[in-house]
Structure formats: C-alpha cells, structure tokens
C-alpha cells in the first residue's frame, strides 16, 4: 500500500460546482495533514492544514479528516476556473518513535473547472 | 516577511558534472526539507535539516547530499549527474522538525544533457 494515495484524475467540474478531492494514507498514527494546490509551472502552495478528526473550513475550502479511516478530504465549493490546478495531499508519516517523520505527498490529482 | 528563497532558479549540466543548490528559509525557521518532483514519480522526500542536523533522509543513492548552516540556510548537492536526474528541486521550510506547517520556494529546475 502506497503511504499516501489520491485517486487517479484528472477531475473535470462546471463552474460553480463542489469538486471532492480525496486521498487516503497507510500510517495510523499520523497526524498531520495539509493539501496543497500546485499550479502549471510553479511551486506547491499551503491552502489548508488539519489535526484533528472533523471538518475545517477557510473561505471555499473544507478539509475533512477521519483518523479512524484514514482518509482526508478536499471540498472546494462554488469552483472557479481559477481554481484549476493540481492538488497534493501531504501527510506527516511517522517513523519509529516519531522523531523521523517526514511530509509524504500523493501523486496529485489534476482539477480542472470549466467555465 | 521574504518567503523561500532558492538559487539558481534554472540549470543545465552536462552528465557526470556535479551541482550545488542552495535555499534560504523564511526567517525564523530552522527546518529545511528537500524534494525532487519529476512528471512519473512526483514530489519526493530527499532530506531534512533542523538545527544543522540531518534529521531524515528519503531513498535516494549517496549522490545526494546536503547540508545546513547555522543561519538556517541548507545546500543540497548531486554528483556525478546523470541524466535521470533532470527535475524540479524544491525546498521546503518550516519553523520546527515534525508536525508543522512547509512552505515551498520556488524550486530550481535542473536539466542534465
């Protein structure tokens, strides 16, 4: 099993529509979790952080996290074409005694909002 | 407040050479990480720096190395380049090791010819 996992894109959503992005990771006892939004050509930019099991929201976004199944969510709602770009899913992965953990990313999924 | 620094922004290098790249973090931060990002196998955990300590290592060969100084800023090094190892490197900065929150440079983007 992969350490972190998003599902396989690319995502094509309307304008003004909810794009779901999802991703699972392999380490129970992980605790950190970040999305990133990658856009053609540049660097991965922080949007959204999470602890703790729940939704968090800022402004468009809601990032969900379930520890006991793993998962962590991207809800972008009210999509605009500006929002087309790559997101990364990162998970802190726990090494030994936690010590050497290290951000692990997914592949990325490929969003893309028609106008 | 500067964000991530990375310099050079671009590079070509004949295989066999060898490189230096540097990254200078956001003030106050004392983690450095490093990731290679390539179409086929997308970002990946090279190595991190806190406090002028290699605090982990990723799977790549010896041919890649780096360093920390005690301003926080790190250089990572390749050797004997070889032509797989073409990719965008970026930096990645945090204000401590662990849990928290990275913020990316701008990356360097390496071609080997």
């Known amino acids: 099993q992969k350490e972190v996992e998003q599902n396989s894109g690319p995502l094509s959503v309307p304008e003004g529509a909810i794009a779901s992005l999802n991703c699972t990771y392999s380490d129970r006892g992980s605790q950190s979790f970040f999305w990133y939004r990658q856009y053609s050509g540049k660097s991965p930019e922080l949007i959204m952080s999470i602890y703790s099991n729940g939704d968090k929201e800022d402004g468009r976004f809601t990032a969900q996290l379930n520890k006991a199944s793993q998962y962590v969510s991207l809800l972008i709602r009210d999509s605009q074409p500006s929002d087309s770009a790559t997101y990364l899913c990162a998970v802190n992965i726990l090494k030994g005694t936690g010590a050497n953990s290290k951000l692990t990313f997914g592949k990325g999924i490929t969003l893309s909002v028609r106008p | 407040k500067a964000g991530v620094t990375q310099t050079p922004r671009y590079l070509i290098k004949t295989r066999g050479q060898q490189v230096t790249l540097s990254c200078s973090p956001i003030?106050?931060?004392?983690?450095v990480s490093w990731y290679q990002q390539t179409p086929g196998q997308g970002l990946q955990f090279l190595f991190e720096?806190?406090?002028?300590?290699?605090?982990n290592k990723g799977n790549f060969p010896g041919r890649f190395s780096g360093r920390q100084f005690s301003n926080s800023r790190s250089e990572m090094n390749v050797s004997t380049l070889e032509l797989g190892d073409s990719a965008l490197y970026l930096c990645?900065?945090?204000?401590?090791?662990?849990?928290?929150?990275?913020?990316f440079g701008q990356g360097t983007r390496l071609t080997v010819v």
């Open positions: 003030s106050g931060h004392r983690s």
């Open positions: 720096y806190f406090s002028e300590t290699q605090r």
């Open positions: 990645a900065s945090s204000w401590a090791a662990g849990n928290t929150e990275a913020f």
